[in-house]
């Protein structure tokens, strides 16, 4: 019990300074015109608050555009890390407008 305790509060000043290095950031915008429960569908291109999305699915296209499932990439290296709970994509769920990415890697 106490190893636990201790080893917990070894590990807190980490993995709080790894979050703090690498915030999370958002999709900030989408597909205007399809909403995927009520909020812009997220698109391959789309911006984030720490770049842009640079992959998307390879069958499912919104605008001309590959949609974006959880686990997409951003040019930062981060990736989409929220998404719809009713919609998905080739067993994914779908991103949109407002939906979190991971920090970017390194930075």
């Not at 703090?20 to 391959?44: H, M, Y």
């Not at 499912?60 to 890390?81: E, L, M, Q, S």
């Amino acid at each position: 019990m106490k190893m636990a305790v201790l080893v917990t509060i070894l590990a807190l000043p980490i993995a709080t300074s790894a979050f703090a290095q690498n915030p999370p950031g958002q999709v900030v915008t989408g597909a205007g015109g399809v909403l995927i429960d009520g909020k812009p569908a997220a698109r391959q291109g789309d911006a984030t608050t720490s770049g842009t999305i640079v992959s998307g699915s390879s069958n499912v296209f919104i605008n001309g555009k590959p949609a974006v499932t959880v686990g997409d990439g951003t040019d930062c290296g981060g990736a989409v890390a929220s998404g719809s709970r009713g919609v998905f994509i080739n067993g994914k769920p779908m991103a949109r407008q407002g939906d979190m990415t991971s920090g970017c890697a390194g930075k």
